[in-house]
Protein backbone atom coordinates (compact mmCIF):
# COMPACT_ATOMS: atom_id res chain seq x y z
CA UNK A 1 0.00 0.00 0.00
CA UNK A 2 1.82 2.95 -1.33
CA UNK A 3 -1.27 5.13 -1.15
CA UNK A 4 0.17 6.75 2.41
CA UNK A 5 3.58 7.65 1.06
CA UNK A 6 2.06 9.41 -2.06
CA UNK A 7 -0.45 11.10 -0.30
CA UNK A 8 2.53 12.43 2.10
CA UNK A 9 4.38 13.64 -0.82
CA UNK A 10 1.12 15.37 -2.05
CA UNK A 11 0.60 17.44 1.64
CA UNK A 12 4.53 18.10 1.56
CA UNK A 13 4.22 19.57 -1.75
CA UNK A 14 0.81 21.38 -1.53
CA UNK A 15 1.94 22.79 1.96
CA UNK A 16 5.38 23.85 0.40
CA UNK A 17 3.24 26.24 -2.08
CA UNK A 18 0.85 27.48 -0.01
CA UNK A 19 3.34 28.61 2.56
CA UNK A 20 5.20 30.44 -0.40
CA UNK A 21 1.77 32.00 -1.26
CA UNK A 22 1.51 33.11 2.04
CA UNK A 23 -1.76 30.93 2.20
CA UNK A 24 -3.70 31.63 5.01
CA UNK A 25 -6.00 28.51 4.07
CA UNK A 26 -5.82 25.91 1.49
CA UNK A 27 -9.54 25.77 -0.15
CA UNK A 28 -9.14 23.19 -2.71
CA UNK A 29 -6.54 20.99 -3.95
CA UNK A 30 -6.60 18.94 -7.25
CA UNK A 31 -4.68 15.88 -7.93
CA UNK A 32 -4.53 13.75 -10.85
CA UNK A 33 -4.49 10.16 -10.78
CA UNK A 34 -3.63 7.81 -14.02
CA UNK A 35 -5.68 4.82 -14.38
CA UNK A 36 -2.68 2.92 -15.01
CA UNK A 37 -0.65 3.73 -11.22
CA UNK A 38 -0.96 0.99 -8.90
CA UNK A 39 -2.77 3.81 -6.86
CA UNK A 40 -6.19 3.49 -5.61
CA UNK A 41 -8.20 6.68 -5.69
CA UNK A 42 -10.46 6.06 -2.86
CA UNK A 43 -7.39 4.74 -0.76
CA UNK A 44 -5.63 8.35 -1.20
CA UNK A 45 -7.99 10.22 -0.30
CA UNK A 46 -9.08 8.89 2.96
CA UNK A 47 -5.37 8.80 3.66
CA UNK A 48 -5.22 12.70 2.84
CA UNK A 49 -8.44 13.10 4.99
CA UNK A 50 -6.31 11.68 8.19
CA UNK A 51 -2.90 13.82 7.02
CA UNK A 52 -4.57 17.18 6.54
CA UNK A 53 -5.58 17.44 9.91
CA UNK A 54 -3.71 19.93 11.84
CA UNK A 55 -2.46 21.81 9.00
CA UNK A 56 -3.41 24.64 6.05
CA UNK A 57 -5.08 21.89 4.93
CA UNK A 58 -7.73 20.55 7.13
CA UNK A 59 -10.83 22.47 5.97
CA UNK A 60 -9.60 22.10 1.76
CA UNK A 61 -12.07 19.97 -0.37
CA UNK A 62 -9.72 17.45 -2.45
CA UNK A 63 -10.59 16.72 -6.11
CA UNK A 64 -9.28 13.61 -7.85
CA UNK A 65 -9.25 13.76 -11.08
CA UNK A 66 -8.62 10.06 -12.89
CA UNK A 67 -7.16 10.46 -16.20
CA UNK A 68 -7.26 8.02 -18.66
CA UNK A 69 -4.69 6.02 -20.81
CA UNK A 70 -3.57 7.23 -23.96
CA UNK A 71 -1.10 5.21 -25.90
CA UNK A 72 0.44 5.59 -29.14
CA UNK A 73 1.14 2.90 -31.37
CA UNK A 74 4.75 2.38 -32.47
CA UNK A 75 3.75 -0.26 -34.82
CA UNK A 76 0.76 1.81 -36.93
CA UNK A 77 1.32 5.15 -35.60
CA UNK A 78 -2.61 5.26 -34.36
CA UNK A 79 -2.54 7.48 -31.12
CA UNK A 80 -4.90 7.80 -28.47
CA UNK A 81 -7.96 6.30 -25.92
CA UNK A 82 -7.55 2.55 -25.91
CA UNK A 83 -10.49 0.14 -25.38
CA UNK A 84 -10.68 -0.24 -21.87
CA UNK A 85 -12.29 -3.11 -21.57
CA UNK A 86 -12.34 -4.18 -17.94
CA UNK A 87 -13.50 -7.68 -18.54
CA UNK A 88 -10.25 -8.70 -20.23
CA UNK A 89 -7.69 -6.66 -18.13
CA UNK A 90 -4.50 -7.59 -20.08
CA UNK A 91 -6.38 -5.68 -23.73
CA UNK A 92 -6.36 -2.21 -21.75
CA UNK A 93 -2.02 -2.27 -21.42
CA UNK A 94 -1.01 -4.08 -24.21
CA UNK A 95 -2.58 -3.67 -27.28
CA UNK A 96 -3.46 -0.90 -30.23
CA UNK A 97 -7.29 -1.06 -30.63
CA UNK A 98 -6.41 -0.49 -34.02
CA UNK A 99 -3.58 -2.91 -35.15
CA UNK A 100 -3.55 -5.26 -32.23
CA UNK A 101 0.27 -4.75 -31.48
CA UNK A 102 1.60 -4.67 -28.15
CA UNK A 103 4.83 -2.05 -29.27
CA UNK A 104 3.27 0.89 -28.00
CA UNK A 105 4.14 3.76 -25.74
CA UNK A 106 2.19 4.99 -22.99
CA UNK A 107 1.37 8.56 -23.25
CA UNK A 108 -1.20 9.32 -20.21
CA UNK A 109 -2.47 7.37 -17.26
CA UNK A 110 0.27 7.12 -15.28
CA UNK A 111 0.33 10.15 -13.37
CA UNK A 112 0.20 11.56 -9.81
CA UNK A 113 -0.08 15.04 -10.33
CA UNK A 114 -0.56 17.77 -7.74
CA UNK A 115 -2.65 19.60 -10.65
CA UNK A 116 -3.29 23.29 -8.55
CA UNK A 117 -4.83 24.63 -5.43
CA UNK A 118 -7.14 27.33 -4.14
CA UNK A 119 -5.67 29.49 -1.55
CA UNK A 120 -7.35 32.14 0.71
CA UNK A 121 -4.55 34.93 1.03
CA UNK A 122 -4.12 38.38 2.52
CA UNK A 123 -4.70 40.97 0.00
CA UNK B 1 -9.01 41.96 3.16
CA UNK B 2 -8.93 38.71 1.76
CA UNK B 3 -9.00 37.02 -1.43
CA UNK B 4 -8.78 33.76 -3.34
CA UNK B 5 -6.25 32.84 -5.82
CA UNK B 6 -5.60 29.60 -7.65
CA UNK B 7 -2.06 28.80 -7.74
CA UNK B 8 -0.92 26.23 -10.55
CA UNK B 9 1.26 23.31 -9.29
CA UNK B 10 1.60 20.64 -11.45
CA UNK B 11 4.18 18.63 -9.68
CA UNK B 12 4.11 15.10 -10.88
CA UNK B 13 5.43 12.28 -7.81
CA UNK B 14 5.88 9.88 -10.33
CA UNK B 15 7.87 12.18 -12.57
CA UNK B 16 9.66 13.27 -9.30
CA UNK B 17 10.49 9.92 -8.68
CA UNK B 18 11.75 9.22 -12.38
CA UNK B 19 14.33 11.95 -11.97
CA UNK B 20 15.64 11.25 -9.28
CA UNK B 21 15.46 7.64 -11.15
CA UNK B 22 17.94 8.88 -14.06
CA UNK B 23 20.50 10.70 -11.59
CA UNK B 24 20.54 7.48 -9.91
CA UNK B 25 21.44 5.95 -13.32
CA UNK B 26 23.80 8.28 -14.05
CA UNK B 27 25.68 8.15 -11.06
CA UNK B 28 25.86 4.37 -11.62
CA UNK B 29 27.41 5.11 -14.93
CA UNK B 30 29.92 7.26 -14.29
CA UNK B 31 30.95 4.51 -12.27
CA UNK B 32 30.78 2.08 -14.73
CA UNK B 33 28.04 -0.33 -12.57
CA UNK B 34 25.38 -2.22 -14.37
CA UNK B 35 22.31 -2.47 -11.86
CA UNK B 36 20.17 -4.96 -11.69
CA UNK B 37 16.60 -4.13 -10.05
CA UNK B 38 15.39 -7.55 -8.67
CA UNK B 39 11.55 -7.79 -7.94
CA UNK B 40 9.62 -10.77 -7.11
CA UNK B 41 6.70 -12.11 -4.99
CA UNK B 42 7.84 -12.58 -1.16
CA UNK B 43 9.72 -15.85 -0.67
CA UNK B 44 10.32 -16.67 -4.33
CA UNK B 45 13.36 -16.87 -3.97
CA UNK B 46 15.17 -13.41 -5.15
CA UNK B 47 17.29 -13.60 -1.82
CA UNK B 48 18.52 -16.96 -2.60
CA UNK B 49 19.26 -16.31 -6.50
CA UNK B 50 21.39 -13.51 -5.75
CA UNK B 51 23.38 -15.39 -3.13
CA UNK B 52 23.84 -18.14 -6.06
CA UNK B 53 24.91 -14.87 -8.34
CA UNK B 54 27.55 -13.98 -5.74
CA UNK B 55 29.45 -17.21 -5.21
CA UNK B 56 28.79 -18.25 -8.95
CA UNK B 57 29.05 -15.51 -11.52
CA UNK B 58 32.61 -14.04 -12.16
CA UNK B 59 30.91 -10.40 -11.18
CA UNK B 60 32.22 -7.93 -8.38
CA UNK B 61 29.05 -7.54 -6.82
CA UNK B 62 27.43 -5.19 -4.11
CA UNK B 63 23.81 -5.55 -3.20
CA UNK B 64 21.09 -3.21 -1.80
CA UNK B 65 18.82 -5.17 0.60
CA UNK B 66 15.82 -3.63 0.84
CA UNK B 67 13.16 -4.90 3.18
CA UNK B 68 10.83 -4.14 5.39
CA UNK B 69 13.36 -4.91 7.94
CA UNK B 70 16.20 -5.82 5.68
CA UNK B 71 19.05 -6.87 8.22
CA UNK B 72 17.62 -10.74 8.16
CA UNK B 73 18.10 -10.32 3.85
CA UNK B 74 21.58 -8.33 4.56
CA UNK B 75 23.06 -10.62 7.27
CA UNK B 76 23.00 -13.49 4.68
CA UNK B 77 24.84 -11.79 1.73
CA UNK B 78 27.04 -10.16 4.59
CA UNK B 79 28.49 -13.31 5.02
CA UNK B 80 30.40 -13.44 1.29
CA UNK B 81 32.50 -10.68 2.27
CA UNK B 82 31.26 -8.31 -0.65
CA UNK B 83 30.04 -4.54 -0.02
CA UNK B 84 25.96 -4.68 1.37
CA UNK B 85 23.73 -1.94 2.25
CA UNK B 86 20.52 -2.69 4.33
CA UNK B 87 17.71 -0.42 3.51
CA UNK B 88 14.62 -0.57 5.70
CA UNK B 89 11.45 0.37 4.21
CA UNK B 90 9.38 0.78 7.63
CA UNK B 91 6.13 0.62 6.66
CA UNK B 92 6.68 1.03 2.99
CA UNK B 93 5.76 -1.87 0.50
CA UNK B 94 8.39 -0.70 -2.12
CA UNK B 95 11.97 0.55 -2.64
CA UNK B 96 11.59 4.33 -4.56
CA UNK B 97 14.62 6.52 -6.25
CA UNK B 98 15.02 8.45 -3.42
CA UNK B 99 16.16 5.56 -0.25
CA UNK B 100 17.86 4.04 -2.97
CA UNK B 101 19.92 7.34 -3.78
CA UNK B 102 20.95 7.35 -0.39
CA UNK B 103 21.89 3.21 -0.37
CA UNK B 104 23.99 3.96 -3.24
CA UNK B 105 25.92 6.97 -1.30
CA UNK B 106 26.78 4.17 0.96
CA UNK B 107 28.36 1.58 -1.35
CA UNK B 108 31.65 1.80 -2.50
CA UNK B 109 31.03 1.52 -6.08
CA UNK B 110 34.40 1.29 -7.33
CA UNK B 111 34.90 -1.92 -5.59
CA UNK B 112 32.02 -3.30 -7.78
CA UNK B 113 31.01 -3.92 -11.33
CA UNK B 114 27.43 -5.24 -10.55
CA UNK B 115 24.85 -4.01 -8.05
CA UNK B 116 21.69 -5.58 -7.02
CA UNK B 117 18.58 -3.95 -5.77
CA UNK B 118 16.93 -6.53 -4.03
CA UNK B 119 13.31 -4.74 -4.16
CA UNK B 120 10.48 -5.49 -1.21
CA UNK B 121 8.75 -8.48 -2.06
CA UNK B 122 5.72 -7.48 -3.54
CA UNK B 123 4.23 -7.38 -7.29
CA UNK B 124 2.15 -4.41 -7.14
CA UNK B 125 3.76 -1.46 -5.38
CA UNK B 126 7.13 -1.47 -6.81
CA UNK B 127 5.62 -1.15 -10.60
CA UNK B 128 5.22 2.42 -9.45
CA UNK B 129 8.55 3.22 -8.81
CA UNK B 130 11.65 3.21 -11.23
CA UNK B 131 14.89 2.79 -9.26
CA UNK B 132 17.48 4.05 -11.42
CA UNK B 133 18.54 0.10 -12.38
CA UNK B 134 19.41 -0.50 -16.05
CA UNK B 135 17.66 -3.93 -15.78
CA UNK B 136 14.69 -5.26 -13.73
CA UNK B 137 14.49 -8.63 -13.18
CA UNK B 138 11.12 -10.45 -11.51
CA UNK B 139 11.26 -13.79 -9.58
CA UNK B 140 8.73 -15.75 -8.99
CA UNK B 141 7.71 -19.09 -8.21
CA UNK B 142 4.95 -22.06 -8.81
CA UNK B 143 4.06 -21.87 -5.03
CA UNK B 144 2.25 -18.58 -5.52
CA UNK B 145 -0.12 -20.28 -7.44
CA UNK B 146 -0.05 -20.51 -11.85
CA UNK B 147 -2.21 -17.73 -11.99
CA UNK B 148 0.50 -15.11 -10.34
CA UNK B 149 1.62 -13.30 -13.98
CA UNK B 150 -1.97 -12.94 -15.60
CA UNK B 151 -2.90 -11.17 -12.02
CA UNK B 152 0.01 -8.89 -11.63
CA UNK B 153 0.18 -8.14 -15.71
CA UNK B 154 1.94 -4.89 -15.33
CA UNK B 155 5.35 -5.64 -13.38
CA UNK B 156 5.62 -8.54 -15.83
CA UNK B 157 5.21 -6.38 -19.09
CA UNK B 158 7.85 -4.39 -17.94
CA UNK B 159 10.51 -6.88 -17.02
CA UNK B 160 13.36 -7.67 -18.92
CA UNK B 161 13.94 -11.02 -17.63
CA UNK B 162 11.66 -13.52 -15.85
CA UNK B 163 12.38 -15.96 -13.38
CA UNK B 164 9.96 -18.65 -12.65
CA UNK B 165 11.53 -20.99 -10.14
CA UNK B 166 11.14 -23.97 -8.04
CA UNK B 167 9.70 -25.36 -10.78
CA UNK B 168 10.84 -28.93 -8.89
CA UNK B 169 7.68 -28.76 -7.03
CA UNK B 170 5.31 -27.37 -9.51
CA UNK B 171 3.67 -30.82 -9.28
CA UNK B 172 3.04 -30.91 -5.60
CA UNK B 173 1.72 -27.25 -5.47
CA UNK B 174 -0.23 -28.28 -8.27
CA UNK B 175 0.86 -25.67 -10.56
CA UNK B 176 1.29 -25.45 -14.30
CA UNK B 177 5.16 -24.03 -14.92
CA UNK B 178 4.17 -23.78 -18.79
CA UNK B 179 0.83 -21.74 -18.37
CA UNK B 180 2.71 -18.89 -16.18
CA UNK B 181 5.60 -19.16 -19.19
CA UNK B 182 2.66 -18.62 -21.64
CA UNK B 183 1.21 -15.32 -20.01
CA UNK B 184 3.88 -13.87 -19.44
CA UNK B 185 5.15 -14.47 -23.25
CA UNK B 186 1.53 -12.78 -23.72
CA UNK B 187 2.24 -9.75 -21.64
CA UNK B 188 5.82 -9.26 -22.71
CA UNK B 189 6.22 -11.32 -26.17
CA UNK B 190 10.13 -10.20 -25.98
CA UNK B 191 10.89 -10.91 -22.75
CA UNK B 192 13.66 -14.11 -21.46
CA UNK B 193 11.45 -16.35 -19.85
CA UNK B 194 14.03 -18.80 -17.32
CA UNK B 195 12.71 -22.01 -15.81
CA UNK B 196 14.42 -22.65 -12.62
CA UNK B 197 15.02 -24.76 -9.55
CA UNK B 198 17.27 -23.01 -7.70
CA UNK B 199 17.78 -25.73 -5.18
CA UNK B 200 19.40 -27.89 -7.44
CA UNK B 201 21.34 -24.65 -9.57
CA UNK B 202 18.67 -25.61 -12.79
CA UNK B 203 17.98 -22.99 -14.95
CA UNK B 204 21.11 -20.89 -12.95
CA UNK B 205 23.82 -20.93 -15.48
CA UNK B 206 21.03 -19.44 -18.18
CA UNK B 207 20.18 -16.29 -15.69
CA UNK B 208 24.01 -15.68 -15.71
CA UNK B 209 23.86 -15.64 -19.33
CA UNK B 210 20.75 -13.79 -19.52
CA UNK B 211 22.11 -10.69 -17.26
CA UNK B 212 25.56 -10.94 -19.17
CA UNK B 213 23.60 -10.92 -22.43
CA UNK B 214 21.59 -7.79 -21.44
CA UNK B 215 24.04 -6.07 -19.84
CA UNK B 216 25.76 -6.25 -23.26
CA UNK B 217 22.77 -5.68 -25.89
CA UNK B 218 22.79 -2.01 -23.61
CA UNK B 219 26.63 -0.93 -23.65
Redesign the interface.
Known amino acids: MHELSMADAIVKTVLDVAEKNQAEEILEVTIEVGKLTMLNPEQLRFLLDVLKENTLLEGAEIIIEEIPVEIKCLSCGYAGSTNLNDSDHYLMIVKCPECDERNLEIVTGQECNVKNIRIEKPE | ????????????????NKKLAQRNQRILDKANVFSVDVLGAIGSGKTSLIELLIKKSDEKIGVIAGDVISKFDAGRFQQYDIPVVGLNTG????L?AHLVEHAIEDMPLDEIDTLYIENVGNL??P???DLGSHMRMVVISVSEGDDTV?KH??IF?DADLIVINKIDIADAVGADAEKMVKDAK??N?DVKIIKSSLKTEEGLNEIIKAIKDFRDSIN
Open positions: MHKIADVEIQHDIMVAKECHDICVDFEPLKYLP
